[in-house]
């Protein structure tokens, strides 16, 4: 039977008589373990950085924009040409049966005024669905109605960024503030949204009725003309169809032949920030893969170490063997050391992993987290380590034979 206790104290006793080479041994392991979590809390905190931005725009989120117009062979680009209107939002709600809400825009910049405080913003005419297709809640009052829509009545939402500049610590709810020297009753104040994946802050804005923005702020073309339409499908599953369902009827609605091109354009913005999404991730799998690289270099560098060791102790083993030590105590008592190493030093490592990415985050200005799965991986990948290479010097030191490991010199 395996005498543990006695094993583990001559484990023990060895590793502590060579306190320099077990340090130097356990440092490929440190290194490593280390790496694989600062590695990982890079990316993961990435990827995080990624799904905040697809959540502030909004899910399921697909933007029509209107066409390009062409003057003398040059094309101007999405946008120049309006084509758009409140009309085409509304066929799409009834006609498109993967789109669930639909609110067309017609956007532009303004100075609003309050009092004796200024701010120049982004005003923003809608309807009331835009908080439902922007995920955007209400943190205060109310949002405005359909009737305020079609009466176009002068009232507002605020944006964080704008309701702080114009009232600081003050309620907005109910006050009346000045866009273009037009007065509008405040009625609701938005959450915060934080940046949009351009940089631009989602919360410096002023949303009101698009028929106020169409009749009262910045006119429009043609009556009903909007900027663009945003559109939230039902379903991940069908933004592919919602988006093929649009582009069918806004070429019918617009009487396109088929060898024409469209006078819109419809972008899938939850798709392109999922597919930036799922690269980050790959590149935090092969961040970590790479920093993995050094926990088998430390591995090969505990079992060359642990190599020496048999050689070294050769006649050590043989005494052992000689009063009664099987070939089990023997393995047992070299895979302890390996293990021990490769424990020893994943815990270093993930000390200094984690502090790693404390340091990073603070200088770089990165947003690292380092994930409890990350800890375990590296922890456990370290143990392996031990295990693995140091079966074989153990293997190995379990076949002398005593008789010639007693005369080894």
């Not at 000045?178 to 509008?184: A, G, H, L, V, Y």
Request: charged share 15%; net charge positive; hydrophobic share 45%.
């Amino acid at each position: 039977m395996i005498n543990l206790s006695s094993t583990l104290k001559i484990s023990f006793r060895a590793l502590w008589v060579n306190k320099m080479r077990s340090g130097l041994t356990m440092l490929g392991i440190i290194i490593g373990v280390g790496a694989v979590i600062a590695m990982l809390a890079v990316g993961t905190g990435a990827s995080n950085r990624i799904s905040e931005h697809i959540s502030s725009m909004g899910s399921n989120l697909l933007i029509v924009l209107p066409g390009a117009t062409t003057s003398g062979g040059v094309r101007m680009g999405s946008g120049t040409q309006p084509t758009l209107t409140t009309a085409d939002a509304e066929a799409i709600l009834r006609e498109c049966p993967a789109v669930s809400n639909v609110a067309p825009v017609l956007n532009g910049v303004a100075q609003v005024v309050y009092g004796n405080q200024n701010w120049s913003t982004g005003i923003v005419g809608t309807t009331p669905d835009i908080l439902t297709v922007r995920d955007w809640p209400l943190v205060s009052g109310r949002l405005f109605t359909y009737q305020d829509v079609r009466r176009a009545t002068k009232v507002s939402l605020l944006g964080q960024s704008v309701a702080e500049n114009l009232f600081g610590d003050m309620d907005p709810v109910g006050q009346i503030i000045r866009i273009k020297n037009i007065p509008f009753t405040v009625i609701g104040v938005l959450a915060t949204k934080g940046q949009s994946p351009q940089g631009q802050d989602q919360d410096d804005t002023v949303i009101v009725p698009v028929t106020t923005a169409q009749k009262k702020l910045f006119g429009t073309t043609f009556p009903g003309m909007v900027r663009r339409i945003m559109v939230k499908a039902k379903s991940t599953e069908e933004l592919l169809s919602a988006e093929k369902q649009i582009a069918e009827l806004l070429r019918q609605r617009h009487r396109i032949g088929p060898k024409q091109e469209n006078d819109f354009t419809v972008r899938n913005l939850t798709a392109f920030m999922q597919a930036a999404e799922e690269s980050t991730k790959v590149m935090t799998i092969l961040l970590g893969a790479i920093a993995s690289v050094s926990l088998l270099v430390g591995g090969i560098g505990i079992m060359n170490i642990m190599l020496v060791s048999v050689t070294e102790r050769t006649r050590e083993i043989g005494i052992r063997m000689a009063i009664g030590a099987r070939t089990w105590d023997i393995r047992l008592q070299f895979i302890i050391e390996a293990l021990t190493l490769s424990l020893a030093g994943g815990i270093a490592g993930i000390i200094i992993g984690v502090a790693g990415s404390i340091i990073l985050s603070m200088l770089a200005g990165w947003i690292t987290i380092v994930s409890v799965f990350s800890v375990i991986i590296a922890f456990g990948f370290s143990g392996l380590v031990g295990v693995f290479f140091g079966f074989y010097p153990a293997y190995k030191a379990s076949l002398l034979d005593p008789i010639d490991a007693l005369r080894y010199e």
